[in-house]
């Protein structure tokens, strides 16, 4: 290995303090390379308990790809059929994982975000109302949030 051979060369030429010196920078620049990583796994972490957070929410299970027709190899569903269908769903897997609520202007952004819809808000507020009389969410103050028998999904 060449820092191997760097180490050894080193210690004839220099000494010891080149040696550790020779270490240490080694050291910042894996600590650099493993910081970049772990910046680059923030979004994927992110995404991933998003769609964790969906299945749970449409109450999906792990099949086979024989059993589920549009599964993908692994038994995980595909993109059809794990991505939210309605307004409603929607918005329920939005509130189940902002445990402090959120209002209708912030459920439509991370909507956009998060499915790439655009939901308007006379097409919004119905739903809410019908959630809200379905007795799956309820407005506490300024905000929405799941009750409290949806808010493990």
Request: charged fraction near 35%; aromatic fraction near 4%.
């Amino acid at each position: 290995m060449e820092l191997e051979r760097d180490i050894q060369q080193n210690r004839r030429i220099s000494g010891f303090l080149e040696t550790e010196k020779l270490l240490f920078e080694r050291l910042e620049r894996l600590d650099a390379e493993i910081r970049a990583i772990e910046s680059d796994l923030g979004p994927l972490v992110d995404e991933r308990e998003r769609v964790k957070g969906w299945i749970r929410q449409l109450g999906l299970k792990r099949t086979g790809p024989a059993e589920a027709p549009g599964a993908q190899a692994g038994g995980i569903p595909s993109v059809e059929q794990s991505s939210p269908a309605t307004i409603k769903d929607m918005v329920m897997a939005v509130l189940a994982d902002a445990p402090n609520g959120r209002t209708p202007s912030e459920m439509r952004k991370e909507i956009k975000r998060r499915f790439g819809r655009e939901i308007a808000q006379k097409s919004h507020s119905p739903q809410l109302m019908r959630l809200k009389k379905e007795g799956r969410i309820e407005k506490a103050g300024e905000v929405w949030v799941l009750k409290n028998e949806n808010a493990g999904m």
